[in-house]
């Protein structure tokens, strides 16, 4: 099913009428205004009309994900809105433009000390030595597990909080949208908006959002646990989760496939001030942040290198990684094709390979260009199990 069948699909409503009404004519009235109209909506009103609006969207949302749409043949009063499940989206997204506190980064000081350690002499240490240059492991001061007063500890705690491993996959999954990529010199959102206003609130699609993969321990090459996805790396056709899907993805996991979300600085506050915060250090626009979640004694992503700079964060369980030495002095350019991302046994013939082994807490700094994998393994000290994020910078001189 494509996002654009979902999306255009309209809300019932069981009950009074006079609400739909209103209902009808405040959507009408917001999804029309400029950006100047939008910022003279008072900002209590503002407020009132987004609450209202983000608890209809999780009633709509529940039924949209798991199918149940009501049928007008049902008993009782039932009414059907003159707005679409996309233009409720769309009435969301101009009122958190204005209403929404935007999410504060977290202090360069909390961030360096984090990463580097608390001392400046070893971010500049890190800089010349190894940004760019060489791959470097940063060991957690804790040695064990992610600190009380951490920086990650609130998005462990929610995780914990939500259930244990890996059934907690479906909860979250079920709750997520899909985030539309959008340019980074895009500057009127409004614009944006008008382009992607049918996709909003789409449920997460396969690759753009999600993946479920593995490496075959004898090809060395990706295995995709869906069958939409045809042989190649991309997909057929954009494939909308739907609940059988998501899961699913439980089922994935424990026959040793890695769940790899993306966009994790657009789903979870504390993983945005990261983002933000490290992107401000590196004097960077934007960060991204990827989770990977991998079962014992499996490889998630095959031998490959990134067209940008990673920190590796290791949250959970423990997980060895193999960094090769680059082979060629010409640093990849962003958004190079994917075909020259490939490994390939010349190259591991002659590149050294350094290996390093992650505990929770500890960080892997990975430059771009560097062949890179990464896998578990059972031990007596672990569940067998790995989380971790990553956080993407992309450096790209403005010109050459």
Not at 10 to 30: F, M, R, T, V
Not at 100 to 120: A, D, W
Not at 196 to 206: D, F, N, S
Request: hydrophobic share 40%; glycine share 6%.
């Amino acid at each position: 099913m494509e996002s654009e069948s979902i999306t255009c699909m309209k809300i019932g409503y069981k009950g009074d009428e006079l609400p739909l009404l209103l209902l009808n004519a405040i959507i009408s009235q917001i999804n029309t205004c400029n950006s100047e109209r939008l910022e003279k909506i008072p900002i209590n009103l503002s407020e009132s009309f987004l609450a209202s609006l983000r608890n209809l969207w999780a009633q709509v949302h529940s039924q949209k994900f798991f199918r149940n749409f009501m049928k007008c043949d049902q008993g009782g009063l039932f009414s059907i809105s003159h707005f679409k499940i996309e233009d409720l989206a769309e009435s969301i997204f101009r009122l958190s433009i204005s209403v929404c506190h935007i999410v504060s980064p977290f202090p360069f000081e909390t961030i360096q000390g984090r990463l580097f350690g608390s001392n400046e002499p070893n971010f500049q240490d890190f800089m010349l030595k190894h940004w760019e240059l060489s791959p470097f492991l940063f060991r957690s001061l804790s040695g064990a597990s992610v600190e009380k007063d951490d920086i990650f500890v609130p998005f462990v705690q929610f995780l914990n909080a939500t259930r244990s491993f890996p059934s907690f996959l479906s909860s979250i999954l079920q709750n997520m949208i899909s985030c539309i990529p959008i340019a980074s010199d895009e500057l009127d959102i409004l614009t944006f908006l008008k382009e992607v206003r049918h996709k909003l609130g789409c449920p997460i699609i396969y690759q753009q959002d999600i993946r479920v993969l593995r490496t075959n321990k004898h090809s060395k090459r990706e295995e995709h646990f869906f069958p939409f996805v045809s042989g190649s790396f991309f997909p057929k056709d954009s494939q909308i989760f739907n609940c059988n899907d998501v899961f699913k993805c439980e089922e994935a996991f424990k026959e040793g496939y890695t769940i790899a979300l993306r966009g994790m600085e657009f789903r979870f506050r504390t993983i945005a001030a990261i983002a933000d915060g490290l992107a401000s250090m590196f004097g960077q626009p934007s960060v991204g942040a990827n989770m990977y979640l991998t079962p014992p004694n499996s490889q998630g992503l095959a031998c490959h290198y990134d067209d940008h700079c990673v920190f590796v964060c290791q949250l959970f369980g423990t997980k060895k990684w193999k960094v090769f030495s680059q082979s060629n002095l010409q640093l990849p350019r962003l958004y190079d094709p994917l075909d020259n991302l490939q490994f390939s046994e010349d190259d591991s013939s002659v590149a050294g390979c350094e290996p390093f082994s992650l505990r929770e807490g500890d960080v892997l700094y990975i430059p771009r260009g560097f062949f890179h994998e990464a896998y578990t393994e059972t031990g007596s000290m672990s569940a067998g199990y790995s989380l971790h994020l990553t956080l993407g910078i992309e450096v790209e001189p403005p010109f050459e």
